[in-house]
């Protein structure tokens, strides 16, 4: 091809591409405006998003050991005795013959069951010290219907907070009054599911709900409040109590 015809071609593509740019710049000025935001609500949709909080104690004390890892360490340990090292009686007596100071104190364990347990006082932190614990509320809330008294999880519905987890930390403070003592898993939720209404209630919508972990942090004690009840639970009482949903929460509480 010579450069005159070079030359002609590459004007020809040139005027073609500027034909076809105010379609594209159209194409993509209409998508921006009807994409938004992915975190954004429709304005025509009645959906609510709540913000739950599943606040856990997690486990004081070490967790009793399963009889079969407890039997397969005793194995293990029987099989090293074996084959160990074996060192003189004058070198394992040297540790006898050093004086005792005062730095030696003399350790009991603390009891694994508290009165709290012998009483079943699941108002109390001081319960199941080697398993998680989880905080339930007795009272009104959003999903309630005709505003009765349900078990439910600290919960907000969201108005006008930045992030969901704003949202979530104010219900959990509206609670407990004070977030000093609690540390909150990461900023994105844990899971969410959505609450479809009863069959006999026509005027209440769907909404979703959306879960976010938060912990106890350095206390054994809370002034709760705004809420009939309250309970400490592990996580097999927790599902008694939601038994709608509790295959949901089994996976997605993991303990």
């Known amino acids: 091809m010579s450069p005159s015809n070079l030359g002609m071609t590459m004007r020809q593509l040139d005027r073609g591409k500027c034909k076809e740019r105010p ?4 194409l993509t ?6 994409r938004g935001f992915c975190t954004s609500t429709s304005k025509n949709s009645n959906d609510k998003i709540v913000a739950s909080v599943v606040f ?13 890892v407890y039997a397969f360490q005793e ?10 090292r074996e060192y003189p009686e004058a070198f394992l007596k040297k540790s006898d013959s050093r004086g005792k100071g005062d730095y030696q104190i003399e350790f009991e364990p603390a009891p694994r069951i508290t009165e709290a347990d012998k009483s079943n006082n699941k108002r109390s932190l001081q319960r199941a010290l080697d398993r998680r614990l ?3 509320l007795y009272g009104p809330t959003f999903s309630s219907p ?19 987890r704003e949202c979530a930390e104010s219900a959990l403070k509206s609670v407990i009054g004070d977030l000093s003592h609690t540390y909150f898993v990461g900023n994105a939720p844990m899971g969410h599911m959505v609450i479809q209404p009863a069959e006999a209630d026509q005027v209440a919508n769907s909404f979703k709900r959306f879960f976010f972990k938060s912990q106890v942090i350095a206390t054994n004690k809370f002034n709760i409040g705004k809420c009939d009840d309250f309970v400490w639970v592990t ?19 993991i303990s």
């Open 146 to 164: 005709s505003g009765k008294s349900v078990w439910h999880f600290p919960e907000k519905v969201y108005v006008s907070e930045q992030t969901l």
């Open 23 to 26: 379609q594209y710049a159209r």
């Open 75 to 84: 194995f293990s340990f029987r099989w090293r005795q074996q084959y160990r």
């Open 235 to 253: 996580k097999d009482e927790l599902l008694e109590h939601f038994p709608e949903q509790a295959e949901y929460l089994n996976k997605m509480i």
């Open 29 to 34: 000025r209409s998508l921006v405006i009807d």
């Open 134 to 136: 989880y905080l339930l």
């Open 56 to 68: 856990e104690r997690l486990p004081v004390v070490i967790p009793k050991i399963d009889p079969s």
